[in-house]
Protein backbone atom coordinates (compact mmCIF):
# COMPACT_ATOMS: atom_id res chain seq x y z
CA UNK A 1 0.00 0.00 0.00
CA UNK A 2 1.11 3.43 -0.97
CA UNK A 3 1.28 6.65 1.14
CA UNK A 4 -1.00 7.62 -1.56
CA UNK A 5 -3.15 4.57 -1.11
CA UNK A 6 -3.51 5.31 2.97
CA UNK A 7 -4.91 9.24 1.67
CA UNK A 8 -1.92 10.30 3.68
CA UNK A 9 1.10 12.59 2.94
CA UNK A 10 0.19 13.42 -0.46
CA UNK A 11 2.86 15.82 -0.03
CA UNK A 12 6.10 15.63 2.26
CA UNK A 13 8.70 18.17 2.47
CA UNK A 14 12.25 17.14 3.37
CA UNK A 15 14.56 20.04 5.11
CA UNK A 16 18.12 19.03 4.70
CA UNK A 17 17.40 16.34 1.79
CA UNK A 18 20.95 17.26 -0.05
CA UNK A 19 22.58 14.01 0.80
CA UNK A 20 22.51 11.49 3.74
CA UNK A 21 19.40 10.61 5.46
CA UNK A 22 17.13 13.14 4.30
CA UNK A 23 18.24 12.45 0.52
CA UNK A 24 17.54 8.78 1.39
CA UNK A 25 13.94 9.44 2.89
CA UNK A 26 13.04 11.56 0.00
CA UNK A 27 13.70 9.08 -2.73
CA UNK A 28 11.40 6.33 -0.28
CA UNK A 29 8.30 9.16 0.07
CA UNK A 30 8.84 9.39 -4.02
CA UNK A 31 8.74 5.56 -4.43
CA UNK A 32 5.53 5.54 -2.15
CA UNK A 33 4.27 7.95 -4.36
CA UNK A 34 4.51 11.34 -2.63
CA UNK A 35 4.91 14.79 -4.16
CA UNK A 36 8.14 15.14 -2.44
CA UNK A 37 9.79 19.10 -1.60
CA UNK A 38 13.56 18.73 -1.17
CA UNK A 39 15.09 21.23 0.53
CA UNK A 40 18.82 22.39 1.75
CA UNK A 41 21.87 24.95 1.03
CA UNK A 42 23.13 23.30 -2.00
CA UNK A 43 21.11 23.87 -4.95
CA UNK A 44 23.53 21.73 -7.14
CA UNK A 45 22.77 18.30 -5.59
CA UNK A 46 19.24 19.30 -5.17
CA UNK A 47 18.94 19.44 -8.28
CA UNK A 48 20.41 16.25 -8.97
CA UNK A 49 18.15 14.49 -6.59
CA UNK A 50 14.95 15.86 -7.92
CA UNK A 51 16.24 14.83 -11.59
CA UNK A 52 15.84 11.31 -10.32
CA UNK A 53 12.15 11.28 -9.83
CA UNK A 54 9.14 13.09 -11.57
CA UNK A 55 7.66 13.80 -8.53
CA UNK A 56 10.39 15.65 -6.49
CA UNK A 57 10.21 19.49 -6.62
CA UNK A 58 13.67 20.95 -5.40
CA UNK A 59 13.40 24.47 -3.27
CA UNK A 60 16.81 25.70 -2.60
CA UNK A 61 16.94 27.13 1.34
CA UNK A 62 19.40 27.81 4.09
CA UNK A 63 18.19 27.75 7.26
CA UNK A 64 20.66 29.77 9.10
CA UNK A 65 18.38 32.45 7.10
CA UNK A 66 15.23 33.07 8.93
CA UNK A 67 13.48 35.14 6.35
CA UNK A 68 14.43 32.48 3.96
CA UNK A 69 12.78 29.90 5.89
CA UNK A 70 9.22 32.27 6.13
CA UNK A 71 9.46 33.15 3.08
CA UNK A 72 10.12 29.40 1.79
CA UNK A 73 6.98 28.88 3.39
CA UNK A 74 4.60 31.69 2.52
CA UNK A 75 5.79 30.50 -1.31
CA UNK A 76 4.55 26.77 -0.64
CA UNK A 77 0.70 28.38 1.06
CA UNK A 78 0.46 31.00 -1.90
CA UNK A 79 1.08 28.22 -4.44
CA UNK A 80 -1.43 25.59 -2.45
CA UNK A 81 1.58 23.60 -1.76
CA UNK A 82 1.44 23.06 2.31
CA UNK A 83 3.04 19.55 2.41
CA UNK A 84 0.75 17.00 4.58
CA UNK A 85 4.43 16.04 6.25
CA UNK A 86 7.29 18.22 7.23
CA UNK A 87 11.01 16.54 8.12
CA UNK A 88 13.74 18.38 9.57
CA UNK A 89 16.92 16.75 9.07
CA UNK A 90 18.91 19.85 8.45
CA UNK A 91 22.56 19.22 10.44
CA UNK A 92 26.17 20.21 10.71
CA UNK A 93 28.53 18.16 12.83
CA UNK A 94 31.89 19.10 14.10
CA UNK A 95 33.03 16.42 16.42
CA UNK A 96 35.51 17.46 19.54
CA UNK A 97 35.25 18.33 23.23
CA UNK A 98 36.51 20.98 25.32
CA UNK A 99 39.80 22.25 22.99
CA UNK A 100 37.06 22.29 20.06
CA UNK A 101 34.78 24.52 21.75
CA UNK A 102 34.24 27.80 20.10
CA UNK A 103 31.54 30.37 20.30
CA UNK A 104 31.30 30.47 16.40
CA UNK A 105 31.29 26.78 15.98
CA UNK A 106 28.61 26.80 18.81
CA UNK A 107 26.49 29.28 17.58
CA UNK A 108 27.02 27.90 13.66
CA UNK A 109 25.55 24.17 15.22
CA UNK A 110 22.54 26.07 16.55
CA UNK A 111 21.55 28.07 13.87
CA UNK A 112 21.36 25.28 11.49
CA UNK A 113 20.52 22.30 14.14
CA UNK A 114 18.04 24.16 16.65
CA UNK A 115 16.83 28.16 15.24
CA UNK A 116 16.51 26.26 11.56
CA UNK A 117 13.93 24.48 13.39
CA UNK A 118 12.17 26.60 15.26
CA UNK A 119 11.91 29.09 12.03
CA UNK A 120 10.24 26.11 10.56
CA UNK A 121 7.80 24.82 13.12
CA UNK A 122 6.48 28.40 14.15
CA UNK A 123 5.98 29.12 10.28
CA UNK A 124 4.12 26.01 9.35
CA UNK A 125 1.84 25.11 12.89
CA UNK A 126 -0.37 28.46 12.19
CA UNK A 127 -0.75 27.22 8.56
CA UNK A 128 -1.13 23.93 9.78
CA UNK A 129 -3.86 24.58 12.56
CA UNK A 130 -5.91 26.56 10.63
CA UNK A 131 -6.24 24.07 7.78
CA UNK A 132 -6.96 21.06 10.81
CA UNK A 133 -4.49 18.80 9.57
CA UNK A 134 -0.43 17.95 8.65
CA UNK A 135 2.65 16.87 10.79
CA UNK A 136 6.01 17.85 11.58
CA UNK A 137 9.03 15.67 12.27
CA UNK A 138 11.93 16.90 14.04
CA UNK A 139 15.22 14.71 13.64
CA UNK A 140 17.26 14.99 16.98
CA UNK A 141 19.84 12.31 18.15
CA UNK A 142 20.40 9.53 20.61
CA UNK A 143 23.30 11.94 21.90
CA UNK A 144 20.27 13.98 23.77
CA UNK A 145 19.91 11.59 26.21
CA UNK A 146 22.88 12.51 27.95
CA UNK A 147 25.99 14.19 27.14
CA UNK A 148 28.64 12.48 25.76
CA UNK A 149 32.23 12.71 25.15
CA UNK A 150 33.42 14.85 21.77
CA UNK A 151 29.82 15.97 20.98
CA UNK A 152 30.28 19.33 23.09
CA UNK A 153 28.66 21.58 19.70
CA UNK A 154 26.81 18.78 18.51
CA UNK A 155 24.91 17.39 21.48
CA UNK A 156 23.40 20.33 23.53
CA UNK A 157 21.69 21.80 19.98
CA UNK A 158 20.04 17.81 19.75
CA UNK A 159 19.24 18.22 23.61
CA UNK A 160 17.57 21.84 22.88
CA UNK A 161 15.30 19.59 19.70
CA UNK A 162 14.41 17.35 22.18
CA UNK A 163 13.33 19.19 24.90
CA UNK A 164 11.60 21.53 22.15
CA UNK A 165 9.25 18.84 20.82
CA UNK A 166 8.48 17.56 24.58
CA UNK A 167 7.55 21.08 25.18
CA UNK A 168 5.01 21.70 22.05
CA UNK A 169 3.76 18.12 21.86
CA UNK A 170 0.61 18.79 23.82
CA UNK A 171 -0.03 21.94 21.91
CA UNK A 172 0.09 20.09 18.44
CA UNK A 173 -2.59 17.30 19.87
CA UNK A 174 -4.98 20.17 20.71
CA UNK A 175 -4.64 21.50 17.07
CA UNK A 176 -4.94 17.97 15.88
CA UNK A 177 -1.78 18.22 14.50
CA UNK A 178 0.89 15.52 14.66
CA UNK A 179 4.75 15.64 15.88
CA UNK A 180 7.21 13.53 15.55
CA UNK A 181 10.69 13.47 17.41
CA UNK A 182 13.48 10.80 15.91
CA UNK A 183 16.37 9.84 17.46
CA UNK A 184 18.73 7.97 15.31
CA UNK A 185 22.09 6.40 16.69
CA UNK A 186 25.42 6.76 14.49
CA UNK A 187 24.41 6.56 10.69
CA UNK A 188 27.36 6.45 8.51
CA UNK A 189 27.40 9.75 6.44
CA UNK A 190 30.01 12.60 5.34
CA UNK A 191 29.86 14.13 9.10
CA UNK A 192 30.15 10.70 10.82
CA UNK A 193 32.76 10.23 8.97
CA UNK A 194 34.85 12.32 10.80
CA UNK A 195 34.45 10.75 13.85
CA UNK A 196 38.18 9.13 15.34
CA UNK A 197 36.25 6.74 17.64
CA UNK A 198 34.64 3.48 17.40
CA UNK A 199 30.73 4.15 16.25
CA UNK A 200 28.47 1.35 18.14
CA UNK A 201 25.74 -0.15 16.22
CA UNK A 202 26.84 2.27 12.93
CA UNK A 203 24.06 2.19 10.59
CA UNK A 204 24.11 2.96 6.39
CA UNK A 205 21.94 5.65 5.73
CA UNK A 206 19.92 3.76 3.87
CA UNK A 207 18.37 1.40 6.82
CA UNK A 208 18.30 4.69 8.76
CA UNK A 209 15.84 6.27 6.17
CA UNK A 210 13.98 3.50 6.35
CA UNK A 211 14.07 3.39 10.10
CA UNK A 212 12.44 6.80 9.77
CA UNK A 213 9.81 6.30 7.50
CA UNK A 214 8.44 3.23 8.90
CA UNK A 215 8.49 4.86 12.15
CA UNK A 216 6.42 8.41 10.28
CA UNK A 217 3.48 5.67 9.25
CA UNK A 218 2.93 5.02 12.80
CA UNK A 219 1.55 7.73 15.83
CA UNK A 220 4.31 7.40 18.17
CA UNK A 221 5.89 10.33 19.21
CA UNK A 222 9.74 9.15 19.24
CA UNK A 223 11.21 7.24 16.41
CA UNK A 224 14.42 5.97 18.27
CA UNK A 225 17.09 3.71 16.71
CA UNK A 226 18.82 1.42 16.93
CA UNK A 227 17.17 -0.40 20.04
CA UNK A 228 19.89 -1.47 21.65
CA UNK A 229 21.95 1.82 21.63
CA UNK A 230 18.32 3.55 22.52
CA UNK A 231 17.77 1.50 25.53
CA UNK A 232 21.56 1.66 27.02
CA UNK A 233 21.30 5.29 26.88
CA UNK A 234 18.15 5.21 28.44
CA UNK A 235 19.94 3.39 31.23
CA UNK A 236 22.40 5.53 31.23
CA UNK A 237 20.61 8.65 31.44
CA UNK A 238 19.34 7.34 34.75
CA UNK A 239 22.55 6.69 36.17
CA UNK A 240 23.41 8.68 39.30
CA UNK A 241 26.36 11.61 38.07
CA UNK A 242 28.85 9.53 40.86
CA UNK A 243 28.60 6.46 38.24
CA UNK A 244 27.40 8.60 35.01
CA UNK A 245 30.90 10.42 34.84
CA UNK A 246 32.57 8.07 36.03
CA UNK A 247 31.56 6.29 32.79
CA UNK A 248 32.31 9.15 30.63
CA UNK A 249 35.96 9.45 32.03
CA UNK A 250 36.76 5.92 30.79
CA UNK A 251 35.32 6.46 27.31
CA UNK A 252 37.93 9.90 27.02
CA UNK A 253 40.54 8.03 28.54
Same mark, same amino acid.
Given at each position: ?????? @????????? &???? @?????????? #??? &? /???????????????????????? #?????????? %???? %? $?????????? *?????? +??????? &???? %????????????????? /?????? &????????????? $? !?????????? @???? #????????? !????? +????? =????? !??????? $?? =???????????????????????? /??????? @????????????????? /???????? *???????????? $??
Amino acid at each position: MTISDQ @GKWQRVWII &GASS @GMGARLAELF #ARA &G /AEVIVSARSADKLEVLSRSHESMV #ALPLDVQNGE %AVAE %A $INQLASNDQL *PDLTVY +CAAVYEP &GGVE %ALSYHEAARHMQVNYLG /AVGVIA &GLFPRLKQQGRGG $I !AIVSSLTSYC @GLPM #AAHYGPTKA !ALASL +CETLK =PEFDA !AGLVLHL $IN =PGFVKTPLTARNSFPMPFLMSDEA /AAQRMFD @GLRKKAFEIAFPFPMAL /ALRLLRAL *PYSLYFRLMRRL $IS
